[in-house]
């Protein structure tokens, strides 16, 4: 009766070391998310910012010689 038991109970502690491992995947899964939306943000503010840049030098007539 008692190696039953024993297997029921690192089961049970099994499962739950892998549930919280679970949650610590999702929570940085979501902060790796969040860390992506701000840098595609930034990239793209930069990319608009590179392109009013080329387009005042373009109107302006100046290039590099």
Known sequence: MFWPMLAIALGFAGLAVLGVLAVKV???????????TETTRRINRAAEDLERAATTLSDTGEALR
Not at 29 to 35: D, E, P, T, V, Y
């Open 26 to 36: 999702y929570v940085e899964a979501q902060r790796l998310a969040g860390q992506v």
